[in-house]
């Protein structure tokens, strides 16, 4: 059973939307790690089939949100230093690739679009809104993929992006002082690319997000 409600809608929604509200229920915690999630209840709560409910249930769980304990349905997988270690260790080096061919690709509409994302994160870091900055850092994350323009990559990072989300959320809420960390280092970010400077590119994503992977994970356990 879903443990905390999910806001209710009036109106019936596309399977991508219904996706996008249970992830962001998993990432913000409205659904916490190890609930139940029934075909049933969340049918009748989003107004929609049980059709589509089944394949954003099944498209979760190969995104690595949800665990299936066999005949007894789907729970929100569990958070964990392990898993943590695991996503952080093969991410830290794809984005390190991605903001590095973000600057050997550079191009002016991408530049732009970064310094727009930019400050979008200044602006949630300077209110203290820990939501409003995580999804601006998401985005700002996005967009260097984008610009890596480097399907491989972006694919295998995509393979990621959920589970990271988890604990990069999870890394504002418990130590919002990493905002400003990130807000620090992701202007260095954003100059590197404009400057076509792929190897600080690389150095500066890759440093940025180890220290807020070493920073969160004693607060996990296995």
């Known amino acids: 059973m879903i443990n905390r409600p999910v806001e209710r809608l009036s109106a019936p929604l596309l399977a991508d939307h219904l996706h996008d509200r249970l992830v962001e229920a998993v990432i913000f915690g409205d ?26 249930l099944r498209k979760m769980e190969a ?3 949800l665990t ?3 005949a007894k349905g789907l729970n929100v997988a569990p958070i964990s230093r392990r898993d943590l270690d695991e996503v952080y260790l093969c991410r830290i080096p794809l984005e390190g690739i991605a903001a590095a061919e973000a600057a050997v690709n550079r ?19 300077q209110a203290g809104g820990v939501r409003d900055y995580f999804l601006a850092n998401v985005a700002f994350t996005d967009a260097i993929h984008a610009a890596a323009r480097n399907a491989t990559l972006v694919r295998l990072l995509g393979g990621l992006s959920k589970q990271a989300q988890r604990y990069r959320y999870a890394a504002y809420t418990m130590f919002p002082h990493l905002m400003d960390l990130s807000v620090e280092g992701s202007r260095k970010i954003v100059d590197a690319i404009a400057e076509t400077d792929a190897d600080r590119a690389r150095s500066v994503t890759e440093t940025l997000i180890k220290q807020s992977w070493l920073t969160i994970r004693d607060c996990f356990h296995d």
């Open 68 to 70: 299936r304990e066999g």
């Open 107 to 125: 191009s002016p509409d991408g530049v732009e679009a970064l310094e727009a994302i930019y400050a979008r994160m200044r602006e949630a870091q």
């Open 31 to 56: 659904l916490p790690a190890e609930a139940r999630l029934v075909e049933d209840s969340i049918a009748e709560q989003y107004g929609v089939s049980r059709s589509p409910v089944r394949d954003v």
């Open 63 to 65: 995104e690595g949100l």
